[in-house]
């Protein structure tokens, strides 16, 4: 089995003062033919904030993905499909799809952070 794991974190400052931050994160694990992939990436600027996810399932022949959405932390628009043909269409809690521990698990030196839109405090 093959593991990896990979974040992204930066900062952008545009020219009318605005401030762009964006985390990605990305893990993959192989397993002979079986492949599990997940992206995640946040993404804040003036005080909105951008979400969105994709898990990806590669058993075979059949490839199964999630995809989410969210606004200001509010419910998830999810999407799930198999070998491309949509098979669901819903509205699932921002809970029930909470990336934090992962990027607290990921970079230890984050878990003290106090933004209110990059990591809930504990």
Known sequence: METYTSMTYSIQKTNNDTTVTKIEYNSTIKD????????????????????SFTRTLKKKKEICQQIGISTNK??????EYVNNNCQKDYIDSYDAHNFDKYIKDCIPCLTNMNDKFLLKND
Do not use: A, F, H, L
């Open 32 to 51: 002979n033919d079986e492949m599990v992939d997940t992206y995640y990436n946040n993404s804040t600027s003036n005080d909105v904030q951008k979400e």
């Open 74 to 79: 509010t419910d998830w628009q999810i999407q």
